[in-house]
């Protein structure tokens, strides 16, 4: 395959993340999947190295590689496991990241600095039952009583929900501004009073990586644990899933290059009408092509990140890589399985898990649709032309990430 060029440090971060996965979790990623077990062990062991803290900024415990090591980071660990790197990613990407952009000071020293080193496991919650897609118009409320916020909702699909110590929380402060203003985050812990978790999905995909429904029943939060400033949080939310879809892209650059891995040797091994089936071109176009998304995959999620640690705007790209590698990554994983016959489909390997993994890709973080109108309004906006919604609809003109 031809390797994306990156610098000395991101390479021995993608040596050491590589180690890492080969060590503590291919060994175990079948039977996690099957047992629908959360590894904290494995989490545990990436914070002593540094791993969920790949880029924060030195003063916190980061490593202080930015996006781009994120990326690396994702596209290592997907390689072994979509569960584990979903873990970390709404550990890294969601809640510390979220902290990173809107804390204060006494909030990041507080926070930030545990999540990094992995003494805390974090949580991002926005999603309800009747607010998907249409994220501005989430019905958890939070109301100001004296110097304490009290909360009371209810948020769904929530990853590492039921397990984690901290989560970024996402309520209405004012009805009548809606998502301009109405809307506001708050850092939650898992022992405030009121807080209550429930259904724990049962998925067909990333089954390792639990899911939960929380409840938040007058549930009092201190004054100080507002996050960004109050009316501040839906374009923090909007920011956080901004930079988090670049990790998304990683991810599924690195389960593409493990499936096409798999696929070339297989090739190489596997006889039929007495010569490996690398001889035949159907089985050549397969890995050409499969080569040729991997390389787009990479170039445009790489390409991307720079643009992120440049600290400039990357709404579009960050859009059309969500898009683009999710369809890709689970194209590549499908047209893997086709080249392994009926192994491809037996869960002897793990392209049937890969495969079952693949598919929440294009609906978490934003669904493809979405990023579709995503990618218009930003398009259009070019020329000076802005797109007509209802009011708070996502995303709107002005309540697009970072307008």
Same mark, same amino acid.
């Given at each position: 395959?031809? +390797?994306?060029?990156?610098?000395?440090?991101?390479?021995?971060?993608?040596?050491?993340?590589?180690?890492?996965?080969?060590?503590?979790?291919?060994?175990?990623?079948? +039977?996690?999947?099957?047992?629908?077990?959360?590894?904290?062990?494995?989490?545990?062991?990436?914070? *002593?190295?540094?791993?969920?803290?790949?880029?924060?900024?030195?003063?916190?415990? @980061?490593?202080?590689?930015?996006?781009?090591?994120?990326?690396?980071?994702? +596209?290592?660990?997907?390689?072994?496991? =979509?569960?584990?790197?979903?873990?970390?990613? %709404?550990?890294?990407?969601?809640?510390?990241?979220?902290?990173?952009?809107?804390?204060? $000071? %006494?909030?990041?020293?507080?926070?930030?600095?545990?999540?990094?080193?992995?003494?805390?496991? @974090?949580?991002?919650?926005?999603? $309800?039952?009747?607010?998907?897609?249409?994220?501005?118009?989430?019905?958890?409320?939070?109301?100001?009583?004296?110097?304490?916020?009290?909360?009371? !909702?209810?948020?769904?699909?929530?990853?590492?929900? &039921?397990?984690?110590?901290?989560?970024?929380?996402?309520?209405?402060?004012?009805?009548?501004?809606?998502?301009?203003?109405?809307?506001?985050?708050?850092?939650?812990?898992?022992?405030?009073?009121?807080?209550?978790?429930?259904?724990?999905?049962?998925?067909?995909?990333?089954?390792?990586?639990?899911?939960? &429904?929380?409840?938040?029943?007058?549930?009092?939060?201190?004054? +100080?644990?507002?996050?960004?400033?109050?009316?501040? @949080?839906?374009?923090?939310?909007?920011?956080?899933?901004?930079?988090?879809?670049?990790?998304?892209?990683?991810?599924?650059?690195?389960?593409?290059?493990?499936?096409?891995?798999?696929?070339?040797?297989?090739?190489?091994?596997?006889?039929?009408?007495?010569?490996?089936?690398? $001889?035949?071109?159907?089985?050549?176009?397969?890995?050409?092509?499969? %080569?040729?998304?991997?390389?787009?995959?990479?170039?445009?999620?790489?390409?991307?990140?720079?643009?992120?640690? %440049?600290?400039?705007?990357?709404?579009? *790209?960050?859009?059309?890589?969500?898009?683009?590698? &999710?369809?890709?990554?689970? $194209?590549?994983?499908?047209?893997?399985?086709?080249?392994?016959?009926?192994? !491809?489909? &037996?869960?002897?390997?793990?392209?049937?898990?890969?495969?079952?993994?693949?598919?929440?890709?294009?609906?978490?973080? !934003?669904?493809? *649709?979405?990023?579709?109108?995503?990618?218009?309004?930003?398009?259009?906006?070019?020329?000076?032309?802005?797109?007509?919604?209802?009011?708070? =609809?996502?995303?709107?003109?002005?309540?697009?990430?970072?307008?």
């Amino acid at each position: 395959m031809i +390797e994306y060029e990156h610098s000395d440090e991101i390479k021995m971060l993608r040596q050491t993340v590589r180690e890492f996965v080969n060590k503590e979790i291919r060994p175990i990623a079948r +039977e996690i999947d099957e047992e629908e077990r959360v590894p904290l062990e494995v989490i545990k062991k990436a914070g *002593e190295l540094g791993l969920l803290a790949v880029p924060f900024p030195e003063k916190y415990g @980061g490593l202080e590689l930015g996006i781009t090591g994120y990326c690396v980071l994702m +596209e290592e660990l997907q390689r072994g496991d =979509a569960s584990i790197a979903t873990i970390i990613g %709404a550990h890294t990407q969601l809640c510390a990241m979220s902290i990173h952009l809107g804390g204060n $000071e %006494a909030q990041k020293d507080k926070y930030l600095r545990g999540l990094n080193q992995g003494r805390l496991i @974090g949580a991002w919650a926005l999603t $309800e039952p009747n607010a998907g897609s249409d994220a501005a118009h989430i019905s958890t409320t939070a109301e100001l009583h004296g110097d304490e916020w009290v909360i009371n !909702g209810q948020k769904m699909w929530i990853t590492n929900g &039921s397990f984690a110590d901290v989560i970024v929380v996402h309520a209405v402060t004012d009805k009548t501004r809606g998502a301009r203003g109405g809307i506001t985050a708050f850092i939650v812990e898992k022992d405030f009073p009121g807080f209550n978790v429930g259904k724990i999905e049962d998925k067909m995909g990333l089954r390792a990586s639990h899911t939960a &429904s929380l409840y938040f029943e007058d549930m009092r939060v201190p004054a +100080e644990n507002v996050l960004g400033g109050v009316g501040h @949080g839906f374009p923090l939310a909007m920011k956080t899933l901004d930079i988090g879809r670049c990790g998304l892209g990683g991810g599924a650059v690195g389960g593409a290059k493990e499936a096409f891995e798999l696929s070339r040797q297989y090739a190489i091994t596997r006889h039929q009408f007495g010569r490996p089936i690398a $001889e035949f071109q159907a089985i050549q176009f397969k890995l050409a092509e499969m %080569a040729v998304k991997i390389y787009t995959m990479e170039q445009i999620v790489y390409d991307t990140a720079r643009k992120v640690d %440049a600290g400039k705007n990357a709404t579009l *790209e960050s859009s059309i890589v969500k898009l683009y590698c &999710s369809e890709m990554a689970s $194209e590549v994983i499908d047209e893997a399985i086709q080249i392994h016959g009926g192994m !491809g489909f &037996s869960r002897e390997l793990p392209l049937e898990r890969m495969y079952r993994d693949a598919r929440v890709t294009r609906i978490f973080e !934003g669904t493809n *649709e979405i990023q579709k109108s995503v990618i218009a309004t930003e398009l259009l906006k070019q020329v000076g032309y802005r797109i007509h919604r209802h009011e708070g =609809a996502y995303p709107t003109p002005k309540n697009a990430p970072h307008s």
